[in-house]
């Protein structure tokens, strides 16, 4: 079955950077999308921006370009979000779910980040 | 971006209940609407999508409507654990985006 596996909780401080893997099975990783959420607790839900495995072709919500950079290791069959130039605005659990299109089916457990000093 | 509004905000339910949650988009989104349930510590979990298509394994008693700019969801008879918030997403244009959520709870 399709299995999203998301790298534990970070502790990270101001200013620094912090890279999020999501490891899947189950289905043909390169030839599908994946796309990263983001999510304060106790708030919504915003969609950060999707990567084809395929090609390491991108999109991102205008919002998140330049804190979020997406790529993916097609051998291990994962994908990467690198988080810049970090905040305490960018505390929030993160989610990788694949597709990159309509709708999500499919969704990692979540990785929680916290920027503190 | 499409801005979806989503209503009520949150919403108590007895048991057997019948619920209705609404979402309007700024502009149509031509059906292309997901509903989703999220519990405490999980990941959402996908209910509706195309608007009114059940996903695999989701009870019945969940179900979606709606067209062009405004959707809604119905759960026919609450259950203790349909419990959690439910969200729309509007898969239409980027970049995606949630309705803020509604919480519901067992009264």
């Known amino acids: 079955q399709v299995k999203l596996q998301q790298s534990g909780a970070e502790l990270v401080k101001p200013g620094a950077s912090v890279k999020l893997s999501c490891k899947t099975s189950g289905y043909t990783f390169s030839t599908s999308y994946m796309s990263w959420f983001k999510q304060i607790p106790g708030q919504s839900i915003e969609w950060i921006g999707m990567i084809y495995a395929g090609d390491g072709g991108t999109g991102y919500n205008q919002k998140f370009k330049g804190k979020a950079t997406l790529t993916v290791d097609t051998s291990s069959s994962t994908a990467y979000m690198d988080l810049s130039s970090l905040t305490t605005e960018d505390s929030a659990v993160y989610f990788c779910?694949?597709?990159?299109?309509?709708?999500?089916?499919?969704w990692g457990q979540g990785t929680l980040v916290t920027v503190s000093s | 971006d499409i801005q979806m509004t989503q209503s009520p905000p949150s919403l108590s339910a007895s048991l057997g209940e019948t619920v209705s949650i609404e979402c309007r988009a700024s502009?149509?989104?031509?059906?292309?609407l997901a509903w989703y349930q999220q519990k405490s510590g999980k990941s959402p979990q996908l209910l509706i999508y195309?608007?009114?298509s059940l996903q695999d394994g989701v009870p019945s008693r969940f179900s979606g409507s709606g067209s062009g700019t405004q959707y809604s969801l119905k759960i026919s008879g609450m259950q203790p654990e349909d419990e959690g918030v439910y969200y729309c997403l509007q898969g239409s244009k980027y970049p995606y985006t949630f309705g803020a959520g509604t919480k519901l709870e067992l009264k």
């Open positions: 779910a694949r597709g990159g299109a309509n709708w999500f089916a499919y």
């Open positions: 502009e149509d989104i031509y059906s292309n």
């Open positions: 195309y608007a009114s």
